[in-house]
């Protein structure tokens, strides 16, 4: 077929007829949002890429030789050693991974408390055994009730002050054991959540003089404003400001931050993460409160934790990195877990961050 008349002159050409006039081009308006769609998915992959080289330059570096335990450490240990599964052979057991090290507090898992702040005696019937028989074997150690329960919706709610209530009151029922302390996990615990700060300030009062108070802490913003980021685009605060932190630990005895679960891919990424990690909670949590940095001892893989990367010694060179030449007397680690711990992990232990001195 031959083109009209007015589209000779054109076609003759080689042009493309023009196009009429008021009838927008089709492809300008698909070429700009594709090219917003690139600019969208090239951020992330730039913003992962920036923090991967910056975590990696964290990485680098001689630890100070001052760098090492301070005879403050903790370690989390399992419910088996309250509910009677563990007996004096693996009390033998943990006193020989520990001897000579610088762990000096024991955080024995004794709930899980239940969803309205209670915990069932039953839970824990050989608690008081545990407490004597941990003594004895590691004399000078100190012996603390975990008690933990998930946030998630239809778990606990620190915005109910009858569950609080019963927080402490659950606090000061596990003292009837024997225990030197309360060491609670909260989890996930949002920057800026004001139940917690009130559960600790009526546990501190309630506790008999000369007991403990502690706590396991999220890890926090790397850089000012993921915090709230985070709260838009997951809905809460999953990175705690350093200003919440601090808040929360002048209220306490001990702090833990949980600087594992981090995805990072590389034993020298993570190494980076929990060097960053160390020095902003060294920057944040005062003096007069012992600041320890929990270091992984668990293998299972899930999308946050990789055993590859996630290892004793890549979590005790980031933390020697981070502490540098910092002095504070009050400073250790955290070993999580006891039942998990291999020989490998005790040993990495040892070697990476020393014995008591």
Same mark, same amino acid.
Do not use: K
């Given at each position: 077929?031959?083109?009209?008349?007015?589209?000779?002159?054109? *076609?003759?050409?080689?042009?493309?007829?023009?196009?009429?006039?008021?009838?927008?081009?089709?492809?300008?308006?698909?070429?700009?949002?594709?090219?917003?769609?690139?600019?969208?998915?090239? #951020?992330?992959?730039?913003?992962?890429?920036?923090?991967?080289?910056?975590?990696?330059? @964290?990485?680098?570096?001689?630890?100070?030789?001052? *760098? /090492?335990?301070?005879?403050?450490? !903790?370690?989390?240990?399992?419910?088996?050693?309250?509910?009677?599964?563990?007996?004096?052979?693996?009390?033998?057991?943990?006193?020989?991974? #520990?001897?000579?090290?610088?762990?000096?507090?024991?955080?024995?898992?004794?709930?899980?408390?239940? =969803?309205?702040?209670?915990?069932?005696?039953?839970?824990?019937?050989? &608690?008081?055994?545990?407490?004597?028989?941990?003594?004895?074997?590691?004399?000078?150690?100190?012996?603390?009730?975990?008690?933990?329960?998930?946030?998630?919706?239809?778990? #606990?709610?620190?915005?109910?002050?009858?569950?609080?209530?019963?927080?402490?009151?659950?606090?000061?029922?596990?003292?009837? !054991?024997?225990?030197?302390?309360?060491?609670?996990?909260?989890?996930?615990?949002?920057?800026?959540?004001?139940?917690?700060?009130? =559960?600790?300030?009526?546990?501190?009062? &309630? %506790?008999?003089?000369?007991?403990?108070?502690?706590?396991?802490?999220?890890?926090?913003?790397? %850089?000012?404003?993921?915090?709230?980021?985070?709260? %838009?685009?997951?809905?809460?605060?999953? #990175?705690?400001?350093?200003?919440?932190?601090?808040?929360?630990?002048?209220?306490?005895?001990? =702090?833990?931050?949980?600087?594992?679960?981090? !995805?990072?891919?590389?034993?020298?990424? @993570?190494?980076?993460? /929990?060097?960053?990690?160390?020095?902003?909670?060294?920057?944040?949590?005062?003096?007069?409160?012992?600041?320890?940095?929990?270091?992984?001892?668990?293998?299972?893989?899930?999308?946050?934790?990789?055993?590859?990367?996630?290892?004793?010694?890549?979590?005790?060179?980031?933390?020697?990195?981070?502490?540098?030449?910092?002095?504070?007397?009050?400073?250790?680690? !955290?070993?999580?877990?006891?039942?998990?711990?291999?020989?490998?992990?005790?040993?990495?232990?040892?070697?990476?961050?020393?014995?008591?001195?």
């Amino acid at each position: 077929m031959r083109p009209h008349r007015e589209d000779q002159s054109t *076609a003759r050409d080689g042009l493309a007829p023009p196009e009429p006039i008021g009838r927008p081009s089709g492809r300008r308006p698909w070429r700009r949002a594709w090219q917003v769609v690139v600019v969208l998915l090239s #951020l992330p992959v730039l913003v992962l890429a920036l923090s991967g080289i910056a975590l990696y330059l @964290f990485s680098l570096g001689t630890p100070s030789p001052g *760098a /090492v335990t301070r005879g403050r450490d !903790a370690a989390w240990l399992g419910h088996a050693w309250v509910d009677g599964r563990n007996g004096d052979p693996q009390v033998a057991a943990l006193a020989a991974h #520990l001897r000579g090290t610088g762990v000096s507090d024991l955080y024995v898992h004794t709930g899980p408390i239940e =969803v309205d702040g209670t915990l069932p005696t039953s839970l824990y019937p050989r &608690a008081g055994w545990a407490v004597g028989a941990l003594r004895r074997a590691l004399p000078g150690v100190r012996v603390h009730a975990w008690l933990g329960q998930r946030l998630d919706p239809g778990m #606990l709610d620190l915005s109910d002050a009858q569950t609080r209530a019963n927080i402490v009151r659950t606090a000061g029922q596990v003292m009837a !054991a024997g225990f030197d302390g309360v060491h609670y996990n909260f989890e996930p615990l949002d920057s800026g959540d004001l139940g917690l700060l009130d =559960v600790l300030d009526r546990t501190r009062a &309630a %506790l008999p003089p000369g007991r403990l108070l502690s706590l396991s802490v999220h890890q926090l913003e790397p %850089l000012p404003g993921l915090s709230t980021a985070s709260e %838009l685009v997951l809905g809460r605060a999953a #990175l705690w400001t350093a200003g919440y932190l601090r808040e929360v630990a002048r209220r306490l005895d001990q =702090v833990a931050v949980m600087t594992y679960d981090t !995805a990072q891919p590389t034993q020298a990424l @993570f190494s980076g993460y /929990v060097r960053r990690q160390t020095a902003l909670a060294l920057a944040a949590v005062p003096t007069g409160t012992t600041l320890l940095i929990g270091v992984p001892a668990y293998h299972d893989p899930t999308w946050t934790h990789h055993p590859s990367a996630e290892t004793m010694r890549a979590s005790i060179h980031g933390v020697r990195l981070g502490l540098g030449g910092d002095t504070r007397r009050s400073f250790g680690v !955290a070993l999580y877990v006891d039942f998990t711990a291999t020989e490998a992990d005790w040993d990495e232990y040892r070697r990476g961050w020393g014995g008591a001195g």
